[in-house]
């Protein structure tokens, strides 16, 4: 079974910059797609980024200027650089990846998530 797994969340000041990574494992060649999104306190998951197998983002209007998300393909890891980070940013962080089968449709995987707090 695929299994993709964050890390890099942590506790940091307002202002400050964090780099959010994960990793994809199981039997899969590649996500067409890979994301992240969020789940601030009380609140329904958020998209935050999106990038393509050929390097197309999409970001939120909320993140955009300040994250930026890459991704290495032979690897199958998708990245999250956080800079100017405010606290509305505190969430839990998941990480997601898109496989496409022809005929079939797309499947999403998701990660279990991982804590950033940005403290004022």
């Known amino acids: 079974q695929v299994q993709l797994v964050e890390s890099g969340g942590g506790l940091v000041q307002a202002g400050g910059s964090l780099r959010l990574s994960c990793a994809a494992s199981?039997?899969?060649?590649?996500?067409?797609?890979m994301g992240w999104y969020r789940q601030l306190p009380g609140k329904q998951r958020e998209l935050v980024a999106t990038?393509?197998?050929?390097?197309?983002?999409n970001y939120a209007d909320s993140v955009k200027g300040r994250f930026t998300i890459s991704r290495d393909n032979a690897k199958n890891t998708v990245s999250l650089e956080m800079n100017s980070l405010k606290p509305e940013d505190t969430a839990v962080y998941f990480c997601?990846?898109?496989?496409?089968?022809?005929?079939?449709?797309?499947?999403?995987?998701w990660g279990q998530g991982t804590q950033v707090t940005v403290s004022s």
């Open positions: 997601s990846g898109r496989t496409f089968v022809y005929g079939s449709g797309y499947k999403d995987y």
């Open positions: 990038i393509s197998s050929g390097g197309s983002t």
């Open positions: 199981g039997n899969i060649f590649s996500f067409n797609g």
